[in-house]
């Protein structure tokens, strides 16, 4: 099984700034997922970001509000631009293992909280 | 499009006892997968059971076992003996067998009483 971490854990930020999530797989992977789970409601899929090319955003998400990177198979960013106070949530990195039914393994979330 | 409801926000058991919690799920596809999955407050999400839609036999993990009803689309998962531990959201997730699409349940809250 993958093992996910994301950097930061938690963070506190300003009303119109932008935090960048990172987060890092020890294998490489071919899809990795960026979710949102808002308190006590269940996990809201952002997009999906494969390496080497666009991120593929759900319904309701915007690449100018939530740019993705994939640089490469074990690494992404997710950046929460322009922040208010609706999107104070936790983000969770996932990825997908294809050897193993194609469930996902989640990263531990960060925590955001904007002012 | 695929939908998967989780009708008992929550739910409690006492320690030692069995408590089932239910889902179902709406998909036109004949080939997926479904997930039990735990969140600890901790919030780290961990699997918990998987079950192949082509698979009639109910997949067993432990304490863990799911009664899979596929005609009529309900995935129940039943916790044996449970344990202080088991306290979590449990979400039910449905997936794709290419991987690119994975909707979850709205999650059950789990008490287990001493």
């Known amino acids: 099984s993958a093992v996910i971490s994301q950097k930061p854990s938690r963070d506190i930020c300003q009303r119109g700034t932008s935090l960048t999530i990172q987060c890092q797989v020890d294998?490489?992977?071919?899809?990795m997922f960026w979710y949102r789970q808002q308190p006590g409601q269940s996990l809201t899929l952002i997009a999906t970001?494969?390496?080497?090319?666009?991120?593929?955003?759900e319904s309701g998400f915007v690449i100018d509000k939530f740019p993705i990177s994939r640089p490469n198979l074990t690494f992404s960013t997710l950046t929460v631009s322009n922040m208010s106070p609706e999107d104070s949530s936790i983000y969770l990195c996932?990825?997908?293992?294809?050897?193993?039914?194609?469930?996902?393994?989640f990263g531990p979330g960060t925590r955001l909280t904007v002012l | 499009a695929q939908t998967v409801t989780q009708s008992q926000p929550e739910m409690s058991v006492q320690e030692a006892e069995t408590v089932t919690l239910s889902c179902t799920y709406d998909?036109?596809?004949?080939?997926?997968?479904l997930f039990w999955y735990k969140q600890p407050p901790s919030r780290q999400m961990i699997l918990v059971i998987r079950?192949?839609?082509?698979?009639?036999q109910n997949a067993t993990e432990n304490r863990f076992s799911v009664n899979f009803q596929k005609a009529a689309k309900s995935f129940s998962l039943k916790i044996s003996d449970s344990q202080l531990g088991d306290a979590a959201m449990y979400f039910c997730?449905?997936?794709?067998?290419?991987?690119?699409?994975?909707?979850f349940g709205t999650g059950t809250s789990l008490t287990v009483i001493p």
């Open positions: 294998s490489q992977v071919t899809m």
């Open positions: 079950q192949e839609a082509y698979k009639q």
């Open positions: 996932s990825v997908e293992d294809r050897g193993s039914y194609n469930e996902q393994f």
């Open positions: 970001a494969n390496q080497g090319s666009e991120a593929t955003y």
């Open positions: 997730a449905w997936g794709t067998n290419t991987g690119n699409q994975f909707y």
């Open positions: 998909t036109s596809e004949s080939d997926y997968y």
